[in-house]
């Protein structure tokens, strides 16, 4: 148990201190410094191993073993160059006392210049190293410019100066904050000279300006005077001219005021004439507008009373004969469709009997053997009663309560008139035998004989064998029907 404990205590102190190495490692970028981390930082865009990682303000995890760190201090440095005898384009060598202020930059390429060229530099080295690019600088610009333009253009100088500088100092991380140029001389005195050319050039051109404005002066005065006595004499001039308008204009005045004066009575009479024709033009329309006005009050009126009675009268015949029409379109289909409904009833039963008609017609010449003569000779035989009964009743209602004969035995010679007579009688009537022939069968036997007609035996026992057939189809018929 005690040695338990003893382990449990070691892995929290463990934990603690990596917890506290770890969290010693996240550092934290001020704002006044550059954070450069260095070490294992794996590869950029391009496939290279990344030299350092440059950081302004912010944090950043650096890890241990693997990687470390450093500042870059952004304090600006003040740099003296007092640069002597630099020979110009005219070969005039001359002193430049200047003050430079430079520091690290903080854009992201020429910060890693730095970090790549002043990382553990103090900054004396730093100052030093900026010193000589200065110098070497500004030598070249003076040489490229003339000792009027660096003397007189001094905001042309400090361009090129600032130009040439800045763009050097990049390349190991710096920028340039400010170029201060105290004064400008040279060995000759050159410059001094051009000062004092351009003092006695401002002396001279002030005394010609005095003189000039003394001149101006003496003139201005004499020009005033002589402009006092012209600007009297106009004054008096134009005083008299004024009086003279002035008469002349209260004439003209006068006149025109009497002229308008005339104008202005003859055009008010001419208006009250005007107005006053005008007045009995308006009365006479107001008289018209309102006759009219009552005339088409009486028109609306009788309009009102009569045609409105009329249009609803029109409307009331019209809306009923509507109603009529309306009612006899619908009786009209209503009839047309009971009768369509009952024809077409009509039409299906017809078609339902004559279906069972066809029906039973094919069963009866099923049963005649397929023997078509044959079935419509079963249906006839059937038929026979009623033809018989038709027979009978065309006589059977013929009334003869007298009948009073005299016979002159004239006839054919061997019968009476008499027996001619009703023999005729009953021969009008068609015989059995006669109807089976149009109907395409023989009579039977025991209806009468075949044999007065010129028939053999053996045609008559054809017959009775067919008649047979007959019967035993038309025993099936039944029996079908049934």
Not at 51 to 76: E, K, N, R, W
Request: net charge negative; hydrophobic share 45%.
């Amino acid at each position: 148990m005690y040695n338990l404990a003893i382990i449990i205590i070691v892995i929290v102190i463990v934990f603690f201190a990596a917890l506290i190495t770890i969290l010693s490692r996240y550092k934290k970028c001020p704002s006044d410094k550059i954070l450069v981390v260095y070490g294992k930082l794996g590869q950029d865009k391009q496939g290279a191993e990344r030299s350092s990682i440059c950081l302004h303000g912010g944090a950043i995890f650096i890890m241990p073993v693997f990687q470390s760190y450093q500042f870059l201090d952004l304090t600006p440095l003040s740099i003296s160059v007092d640069l002597k005898s630099a020979l110009s384009r005219q070969n005039i060598r001359v002193d430049v006392p200047s003050r430079f202020t430079v520091g690290i930059s903080t854009e992201p390429g020429i910060m890693q210049n730095a970090a790549e060229r002043l990382l553990g530099l103090p900054l004396n080295e730093v100052q030093e190293l900026a010193k000589d690019i200065i110098f070497g600088q500004l030598r070249l610009v003076i040489a490229t410019m003339d000792i009027e333009e660096i003397n007189m253009d001094r905001d042309k100088f400090l361009e090129a100066v600032s130009g040439n500088v800045e763009t050097e100092l990049k390349k190991i991380g710096l920028r340039l904050i400010n170029v201060n140029v105290t004064d400008i001389s040279d060995e000759s005195g050159y410059i001094q000279a051009l000062g004092k050319e351009a003092a006695a050039k401002a002396i001279n051109d002030a005394k010609r300006m005095v003189a000039l404005q003394e001149k101006e002066g003496s003139i201005g005065e004499a020009d005033a005077k002589r402009d006092q006595r012209i600007s009297v004499s106009m004054a008096d001039s134009d005083a008299i001219k004024g009086e003279n308008d002035a008469k002349m204009n209260i004439a003209k005045s006068n006149a025109d005021r009497r002229e308008k004066e005339a104008e202005a009575l003859k055009r008010a009479t001419a208006a009250e004439n005007v107005q006053k024709a005008l007045a009995d033009q308006e009365s006479f329309n107001a008289q018209r507008d309102a006759e009219i006005t009552r005339a088409g009050y009486e028109k609306a009126r009788q309009e009102a009373e009569i045609v409105v009675k009329a249009n609803v009268e029109k409307q009331r015949v019209e809306i009923q004969a509507e109603a009529e029409a309306e009612q006899a379109r619908r009786r009209a289909m209503g009839e047309s469709d009971a009768i369509f409904a009952r024809m077409s009833a009509e039409a299906r039963g017809n078609q339902e009997i004559l279906t069972k008609q066809a029906e039973g017609f094919a069963k009866i010449v099923e049963a005649a053997g397929g023997d078509v003569k044959a079935a419509i000779q079963l249906m006839i035989a059937e038929k026979i009663d009623e033809l018989v009964k038709i027979q009978v009743e065309a006589i059977k209602n013929l009334k003869i309560d007298k009948v009073t004969v005299w016979d002159s035995m004239g006839g054919d010679g061997k019968s009476p008139a008499t027996a001619n007579f009703l023999s005729g009688m009953l021969k009008s009537v068609p015989p059995l035998n006669e109807m089976f022939k149009m109907a395409g069968m023989e009579i039977p036997q025991y209806l009468g004989s075949n044999i007065e007609s010129g028939e053999s035996v053996e045609t008559n026992e054809a017959n009775q064998a067919n008649q047979e057939k007959i019967a035993a189809a038309v025993s099936d018929v039944k029996s079908v029907k049934k």
